[in-house]
């Protein structure tokens, strides 16, 4: 299993920032991709920003120019650099990974989630 801790949430006023990070361990054959959802009360989890192995990224359209999604130089550390905040960003955050654990058997990790609040 891959193991994944993510920190920087918090309590934030509208129009702030923040900067989510996800540090990866464990035996990784081949990633395939990371990425952050969110799960706001009462509504499903929802992907926000995902990355591939290659780099790529893509974001859902509610957050597009805002949220900014990077991996660190060793590549088990992704960041989710957030912007201009509004309220109905509130949720928990939540670091994902999938890939393969060897030939043939993937996986599918969750962090712990780490909570975000925008609220005045």
């Known amino acids: 299993q891959v193991q994944l801790v993510e920190s920087g949430g918090g309590v934030v006023q509208p129009g702030g920032s923040l900067t989510l990070s996800c540090t990866s361990s464990g035996n990784v054959f081949r990633l395939v991709a990371m990425g952050w959802y969110r799960q706001a009360p009462g509504k499903e989890r929802e992907l926000v920003a995902q990355?591939?192995?290659?780099?790529?990224?893509n974001y859902a359209d509610s957050v597009m120019g805002r949220f900014t999604m990077s991996r660190g130089d060793t590549g088990n550390t992704v960041y989710l650099q957030i912007n201009s905040l509004k309220p109905e960003d509130t949720a928990i955050y939540y670091c994902?990974?999938?890939?393969?654990?060897?030939?043939?058997?993937?996986?599918?990790?969750w962090g712990q989630g780490t909570q975000v609040t925008v609220s005045s």
């Open positions: 994902n990974a999938r890939g393969y654990r060897d030939y043939v058997s993937p996986f599918d990790d």
């Open positions: 990355i591939t192995s290659g780099g790529s990224t």
